[in-house]
């Protein structure tokens, strides 16, 4: 089932459901609708009211639940993290597939050329994007930290123009060098198919609170299937 259905993800992930062949859809949610009696896994891509219902929704069907959307509230959060005491549950704030990959060799680069080097962050999204840096800019920026780099909240800088639907660039500057990674978003169709696959991959897990990561852990050690 996917909460939030009339929204711009939501409806992409909709769409993305009719051409494949593992899923389809059992439920769609939206603002005010009752809780459905079928479908085995839920899609949240809403707002933290909606969260709140897709968390309802996972506790009345015993379901995995993947929770797409960003700027959860304190309380939503620690919600979602009793939840995953009973079932499979994963906060994906970009489900890019290419974002996940980037995240690894942003950790990659900064482990290798060391905290000298100066970092700097820019995304942009379209006008209607309410939450500026981005729940995938400060996932970015926290992976630069741990992997022993530094990046102070001056040099995020998120700009929201026209209808671009994401694109990222982190830049680290050394003596003499940069190094530029970068991951654009075309069209929201590939974060609904990433979305399908982290889900597919999630119900198959045990219960616990999963990351974008741990699949790529498991894909990169050829656990599995591409």
């Known amino acids: 089932m996917v909460v939030g259905a009339r929204g711009r993800m939501g409806r992409a992930v909709i769409e993305a459901m009719k051409t494949h062949r593992s899923c389809t859809l059992a439920a769609a949610i939206d603002r005010g609708a009752a809780l459905p009696e079928a479908g085995d896994l839920v899609i949240d891509f809403s707002s933290d009211e909606g969260a709140k219902s897709a968390l309802a929704a996972s506790e009345r069907r015993s379901a995995p639940l993947l929770v797409g959307t960003t700027a959860l509230s304190n309380g939503?959060?620690?919600?979602?993290?009793?939840?995953?005491?009973?079932?499979?549950?994963?906060?994906?704030?970009?489900?890019?597939?290419?974002?996940?990959?980037?995240?690894?060799?942003?950790?990659?680069?900064?482990?290798?050329?060391?905290?000298t080097w100066k970092v700097r962050l820019t995304e942009t999204h379209?006008?209607?994007?309410?939450?500026?840096?981005?729940?995938?800019?400060?996932?970015?920026?926290e992976t630069v930290r741990r992997a022993g780099g530094e990046l102070p909240a001056e040099e995020i800088r998120s700009?929201?123009?026209?209808?671009?639907?994401?694109?990222?660039?982190?830049?680290?500057?050394?003596?003499?060098e940069t190094l530029r990674l970068a991951h654009e978003a075309h069209?929201?169709?590939?974060?609904?198919?990433?979305?399908?696959?982290?889900?597919?991959?999630?119900?198959?897990?045990?219960?616990?609170?999963?990351?974008?990561?741990?699949?790529?852990?498991?894909?990169?050690?050829?656990?599995?299937?591409?």
């Open 76 to 115: 939503t959060l620690e919600a979602i993290r009793t939840r995953s005491l009973q079932v499979p549950v994963m906060v994906a704030s970009n489900a890019s597939l290419g974002v996940a990959a980037m995240h690894r060799m942003v950790a990659m680069a900064m482990q290798a050329l060391g905290p």
């Open 126 to 141: 379209h006008t209607k994007k309410l939450d500026a840096r981005t729940g995938t800019a400060l996932a970015r920026a």
């Open 159 to 176: 700009i929201r123009e026209g209808d671009v639907v994401g694109h990222h660039v982190l830049e680290l500057e050394g003596q003499g």
């Open 187 to 226: 069209d929201r169709s590939l974060f609904a198919r990433g979305a399908l696959t982290l889900a597919l991959w999630l119900r198959a897990q045990p219960p616990g609170l999963h990351t974008v990561q741990t699949w790529l852990d498991q894909r990169v050690q050829g656990r599995m299937p591409a």
